[in-house]
Each structure stands twice: as C-alpha cells, then as structure tokens.
C-alpha cells in the first residue's frame, strides 16, 4: 500500500485527487489530510477516507475540527500550523506528497517533503516559481522524485525522453510549446478589461480551479509561472518555451524536436489524468476521465499571445530572463494583487501594474549562497511593497 500525504485536500487539485484515490483501494491510502480553514469539509473528507492525521493550518479551525471528528472512533490525530503540515509531508509511512496548496504558502511543506525523500507530486507552481533551485536541489540531494501535476507540464513530461535530465538539446528537444486557453477574456476588447469582476475572472472557459489560479488564467500570470515552472522542471530557459495559445485545451501541451516532429499530449480537461498519470507513474492507471471523442472535439485552433493584452505574461518572461529573486517578487505581488483584486480593492487591470511595480521598486539580487530563509524574506519584503501599491492607488 501507498501512503499519501494531500496537503491542500479541500481545494480543487485536492478533491480530484482524492478521488482517483478512491478508486485504487488496494492501491493508495490516505496517511494525512490538510487544509487552511475549512474544518468542516476537511471533517467530511476525514470520515471518506479515514486518514491517520489531519491538519488544519490555522489552529482554531484544528480545534473545531476536533469538536466535528470528537464521535468519529479512529479519529484521526489533529495537528495545526505550518509545523504540522511539515510533520505529515515527512511522516516514514507517508510514499507520495500531493503538493495542492494554493501560493508560496505551500513552499516549505513541499521542501520538507522533498529533503525526506518522497515522491511529490507538484500542483503548487508557486513553490517552484519562488524557490526553484532550493527545491530541484533537496529533490536531487535526497533521492525524492518530481512529477509535474500541472497538466501542460505533466504533457511535457509525457513527451519527453526518459533520458530528458542529460538536457534537452542533448536528447534532440529544440523547444517546447507550451498551451494556453488564453482565459475568459482573450477576445474580449481591452477597453473593457477595466471593468471586469471577480465572477467573470473565476468563470473559466475549459478548467475548473481554484479562485486565485482562475485569476492567474485570465491575466495570464498563470501560464508566465508555468514559463519559470517548465524552466526549472526540464532543465531549460524562457528562450526555450514559446506559449501557444489553444483555447479548446486538448492539447495540453508539446515537445518540437530537432528532426522535425512534434509530439503532444492530448485529453479532456480534467486534472484527474495528470494527478493519475503521477500517482501510477510509471504504470498507468485509471482516473475516471472520459475518453476523448476527437469527433465532438473537431477542430483544434492555436494563436500567439498577445503581449498587451496579457502584460502579465511580459513580466513572468522578464523575471524568468532576470534569474535571482525575480520570480519571487513577482510571485509575491502577484499574490496580494490577486487577493485584492478578488476583495474589488483593486481592478482587474491593475494587477499587472502592482506587479510592475513592485518589481521596479525591489531590485533583483542574487541567490548564491542563499537558503530558504533569505526567499522567506524576499518573499515578505515584496508582499508589504505590492500592499503599499495596493494601497496607494493613484500611482
Ligand atoms: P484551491 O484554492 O482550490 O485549494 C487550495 C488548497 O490549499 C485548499 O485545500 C486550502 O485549504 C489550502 N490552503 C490555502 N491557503 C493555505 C495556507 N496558507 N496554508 C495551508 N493550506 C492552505 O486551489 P487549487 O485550484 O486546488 O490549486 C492548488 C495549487 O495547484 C495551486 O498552486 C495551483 O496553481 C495549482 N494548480 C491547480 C490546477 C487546478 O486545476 N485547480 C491546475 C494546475 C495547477
Ligand atoms: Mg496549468
């Protein structure tokens, strides 16, 4: 039996995870299950799965949901706090992480699993986008192993030779094309974008996800994480990934090699094919994700992003160019200008300009030498300074 860590179990990634678990029975078991604040659905899933702990990250949310499992016999030991979510990401019967918490909140259980050698299972970009090298290195240095569950990653993984990690122009890879729905609002005219609200932002075309990634889709932040997130996953640079924007998402992704042959990953979108493609890996197993009918899909288009449309896109390119603490500046503003966009302190269109901002504002510097704490700093630094820019809306 496989034991399984779900950190982030109540969010989207979560649920589809826990439900491919579900139908291995013989397969997997549920060791740990964590979530911020919401005790009563985590409860719920605790008494379907019925793992040996669960852990809520903020502590009164622990206690209540202690007072909603007190009747259930078995019941699970309830941990709380960063602490614990590192606990069960570390625990010696706990196999696999699915790492599927939201941000850079997810960065140091998802460490921690990495340095205690597990296979994890990686939902949460942000983790990557802030720490990328920290992370492939305590994945290397400790004999854990990566699998991308993002889809377009996960399709790129497909894609490639098993030999990938000797490089990729040494395996014969020119490039990889990386897809894009392209959001709620790529035909929309830009004049409006302005005006836009949270339930147009989160009202995805093809996928459906948590709020603060349905954000990221529509300015396309998402997919300039996905850039660093590729860059750091096979090795490569931005030079090396061109963003194709395919709005009917079957395609989830492909691989241009040097003889001339593209190969792609195709599916219905739903996450359960990646999050089942990493738990089998290297067998593959079922996932409850109809097949795909090329008939109803019939046609299959692609566009080029549009840079002014999607400035976000332009910025995570630049910060991915720019190396160093780039990519954590740019994650973190992005994360509060998320948070305030979705609180209507901000419009939608400003999101961009607060991560433009606040990388302006804080210089890139090196991470030579540097540890986790310096990142956490980093981190906070750029979080206060895209606040203020929130903050001060007439700049
Ligand atoms: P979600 O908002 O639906 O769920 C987030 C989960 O993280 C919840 O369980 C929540 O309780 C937990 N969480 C939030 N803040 C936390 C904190 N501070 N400390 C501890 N736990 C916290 O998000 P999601 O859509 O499931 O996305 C999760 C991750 O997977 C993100 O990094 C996202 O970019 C990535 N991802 C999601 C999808 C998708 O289809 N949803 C696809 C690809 C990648
Ligand atoms: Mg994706």
């Known amino acids: 039996m496989i034991g399984l860590t779900v950190l982030g179990a109540t969010g989207s990634i979560g649920v589809s995870t826990l439900d491919v678990l579900a139908r291995h029975p013989s397969r997997f078991r549920a060791v740990a299950l964590t979530a911020n ?5 985590l409860a719920e899933q605790c008494r379907r799965h019925r793992p040996r702990y669960a852990v809520m990250a903020d502590p009164q949310a622990a206690q209540h949901l202690g007072e909603l499992l007190a009747d259930l016999p078995d019941r699970p030991e309830i941990l709380a706090g960063v602490e614990g979510l590192e606990q069960v990401a570390t625990l010696p019967e706990v196999d696999y992480v699915m790492a599927a918490i939201v941000g850079a909140a997810g960065l140091r259980p998802t460490l921690a699993a990495a340095l205690a050698g597990k296979r994890v299972l990686l939902a949460n ?8 090298a920290l992370l492939m290195r305590a994945i290397a240095d400790h004999g854990a192993e990566l699998l991308p569950i993002d889809s377009e990653h996960n399709a790129i993984f497909q894609c490639l030779p098993p030999n990938f990690k000797q490089g990729l122009a040494q395996v014969g890879v020119r490039r990889i094309l990386l897809t894009a729905s392209g959001g709620p609002f790529r035909t929309w005219p830009i004049d409006q974008l302005a005006a836009v609200t949270p339930e147009q932002a989160c009202a995805h075309p093809t996928w459906e996800m948590g709020r603060k990634i349905s954000v990221d889709s529509a300015t396309m932040m998402n997919k300039g994480l996905e850039v660093i997130e590729a860059c750091w996953l096979f090795g490569t640079d931005a030079d090396h990934i061109q963003v194709v924007i395919h709005p009917q998402s079957v395609i989830h992704s492909l691989v241009q090699y040097e003889d001339g042959s593209v190969l792609a990953q195709l599916g219905n979108p739903d996450m359960r094919t990646p999050i089942a493609y990493a738990m089998g890996w290297p067998e593959r197993i079922a996932s409850g994700v109809n097949p795909l009918d090329l008939f109803a899909v019939a046609r299959l288009d692609f566009y080029e992003p549009d840079l002014e449309r999607f400035p976000c896109l332009r910025l995570a390119y630049e910060a991915a160019r720019a190396g160093g603490t780039a990519p954590a500046i740019l994650n973190a503003a992005n994360e509060i200008a998320v948070a305030a966009f979705l609180e209507r302190r901000i ?29 956490l700093e980093v981190d906070q630094r750029a ?9 001060d809306q007439g700049i």
Request: proline share 4%; hydrophobic share 45%; no cysteine.
């Open 37 to 41: 604040r919401d005790a009563e659905r």
């Open 383 to 391: 979080r206060a300074q895209a606040e203020r820019f929130v903050q």
């Open 347 to 375: 419009p939608f269109t400003r999101i961009a300009a607060v991560v433009a901002q606040t990388l302006d504002a804080l210089p890139t510097e090196s991470l030579d030498g540097q540890g986790l704490e310096f990142l």
């Open 125 to 132: 970009k942000e983790s990557l986008v802030v720490a990328g």
